[in-house]
């Protein structure tokens, strides 16, 4: 579903050119649940920028379902990104203005979706991840795991292809880390979606069907975990 | 299209309820503010040229004014024409009238103006000088040895007060001297004062036109005039009326109260409407930096927001429309409000009118300037919430989200 080829990211710090990614090659299957990992600064959320449109590779190739996506242009990379692609960031990235439901729907909301259909999507979503009781809270009034829950089911309500998750437990106790994990586990399962996820979090390898582990912006290796569950 | 615009609205609802009320709140207040000052001054300006065009109609023209032929300095033979012009459809009344500059002298005080003579059943049925006599009372038919005076001529006994030079507050039943060009003096008691608060209308002085015939002196009657007041019905096209007059065989310079007073009216329209200008240019700017500091300081703030929905895949367009709504509405709502100022403020100047040196200004509110200046201000609003967000909105995505 995926092919990364030769991926190199070169970022210009003054006279001093760091590179962040070096030369990465993979591919990633369909149904498959990637865990990118590796220690700080090693690369890991610049692959995931890369691979998930928000930034450009200063070298190298993507393919992702048969299409060359660094040639789209930039109002196609969106569109590409609102049908195909769901977001988990590290810190929620809710709109602190529209409450959980209205977070949720948003997405559904810019594909096209009646708000009746996005508004049952969302609060069947909501009742997924058990918040079916908070959705017109906004997010100031969620705490860090509920608020990466909502943030979960909004990436979830447009039946994404891919999952992109950047360290969505990096803020969130182990309990909470668990619930997420699970919820995504459950997800990749049931749903059979690819879910790409950055944690430098070693226990959360048992979640994992593969991890590609980087060092200095290159593969230092591939471990394959099915299995796990 | 529809699902962008969807989105955008619902973004902007969702900010404007839920993003600050009281900052709305008070942009609103400015925009309301921006848009009374718009509208008010130009109001003003429209009140003081109607009023003018009232008191032109009302004391100096009535509808239509005959003049002398080119190169005549008089209408010959008035009387005759008069009675033809009194037959056309559509004229109530025409009323000829003979000027001639005088000096007029009372006590220590002498002023030189204009003293016009009618006939007062004429004059009362083409102008209204007659409904403003603040003293004593109007001239009647036959009246001689008695004068008219305007009260910028009779003046205050205090003469800070008078704006031109007057006669001290001679009053009503006072006697003055009346020295006319062609030599004559005569005495007249004062029989009534006019106050129309035109300062054209009120530093006259007017006799009867027996009296001028008698100063004039000659061995017949006087059929000369100066000029012939006309006044149509109140559904008379001034225009066709013009037409038609000259349709009778009148040789005579005929215009319509437009015509006779558009060079004054134009050059002073011409200087309001500068004025009217850089009020106006002066409101916008307000409003359009009012309305960018509004949205460069929301976008800002929202920065990580702005590169939070680019990432999930909201169009920018999306984005950008959602702010320039948020801006809409707090046009539309500052408009409403400054309407309902404004409305205060003209109905309180209707009922208080401002007094101006030459007559009290009501308020004209014009629905196409109202229109005109409500657009620009949309415009210029829309202008200034659209840049800074189409600043933020292209940005990296990632630059916006880690709001460095």
Known sequence: MITARNLKKIYAMGRVEVHALNGVSFDIGTGEFVGIMGSSGSGKSTLLHMLSLL??????EITIGGEDVLTFSDSKKTRFRLQKFGFIFQDYALV?????????????LARGVPLPDASAAGRDYLDRVDLAGRKDHLPAELSGGEQQR?????????????????????????TNSRAVLDLFGQINKELNQTVIMVSHEDWHREYFDRVIRLRDGKIEKEEILKGNR | MFENLRVSVFLAARALQRGGRGRVLLNIIVIAFVFTNMIFLPSVISGAVESYNVQTIDFMTSDIVIGPRVDERYIEDADTLLGRINRIPGVIRASARFSMPVSVDFE??????EVKAFDPRDEVEVTRIHEFIEEGSFLGSGDRNEILLGVLVTGHEDKSKDFYDSLGGAAVGDVVTV?????????????GIVRTKSYIADYMAFVTADEMESVLGGTGPNTRASEILVKATDDADLSALKRM???????????????ATSDIVAESVESFNIINNITVIGSLIIAIVVIFILITIKTFTNRKQIGILKAIGIKKSVIINSYVMQVFFICTFGVILGLVILEAMVLYFTAYP????????????????????TVMLYLSSAVAGFIPAWRITNEKILDAMRGA
């Open chain 1, 55 to 60: 930034d450009d590779p200063t070298e190298g």
């Open chain 2, 179 to 191: 020295r006319y060009a062609n030599g004559v003096a005569r005495e007249y008691r004062i029989k």
């Open chain 2, 354 to 373: 401002i007094e101006f040196p030459d007559g009290t200004v009501t308020p004209l509110v014009d629905a196409g300037m109202l229109v005109e200046n």
């Open chain 2, 108 to 113: 220590e005080n002498a002023v030189s103006i």
């Open chain 1, 96 to 108: 602190p203005e529209l409450s959980a439901l209205e977070n949720v729907i948003l997405p559904a």
């Open chain 2, 245 to 259: 007059i000259l349709s009778f065989g009148v040789g005579e310079e005929v215009k319509t109260w437009e015509d």
């Open chain 1, 150 to 174: 909502v943030a979960i089911a909004r990436a979830l309500v447009n039946n994404p292809d891919i999952l992109f998750a950047d360290e969505p437990c990096a803020n969130l106790d182990s």
